[in-house]
Nanobody, 115 residues
Framework: VQLQAYGGGLVQAGGSLRLSCAAPGITFSRYTMGWYRQAPGKQRDLVATISDRGSITYGDSVKGRFTISRDNAENTVYLQMNSLKPEDTAVYYC??????????WGQGTQVTVSS
């Protein structure tokens, strides 16, 4: 599994960004997809996950601001991030968990929110 995350960048506080993570060559609809983030000096934390059946989980700090979605026809998971805060600054990683619970991580994409 190769995951290709993109869409990060620099944005002012209150702005929006949309991250995408493509997973070509797999039976995407059978995977649980997730977004995590890691700020400098901190552990990697859950942002959001979406299961193969569409069940969604959000980390407490992003509830009401971020939206995860998936397009099984495009083998892509998205993270719409609104009302961004400086504390959202981190490297964002997507991952894929297959039906046997094996997890693959993609490369990160940097999100920087200026105050």
């Amino acid at each position: 599994v190769q995951l290709q995350a993109y869409g990060g960048g620099l944005v002012q506080a209150g702005g929006s960004l949309r991250l995408s993570c493509a997973a070509p060559g797999i039976t995407f609809s059978r995977y649980t997809m997730g977004w995590y983030r890691q700020a400098p000096g901190k552990q990697r934390d859950l942002v959001a996950t979406i299961s193969d059946r569409g069940s969604i989980t959000y980390g407490d700090s992003v509830k009401g601001r971020f939206t995860i979605s998936r397009d099984n026809a495009e083998n892509t998971v998205y993270l719409q991030m609104n009302s961004l805060k400086p504390e959202d600054t981190a490297v964002y990683y997507c991952n894929a968990k297959d039906p046997w619970r094996r997890i693959t991580w993609g490369q990160g994409t940097q999100v920087t929110v200026s105050s």
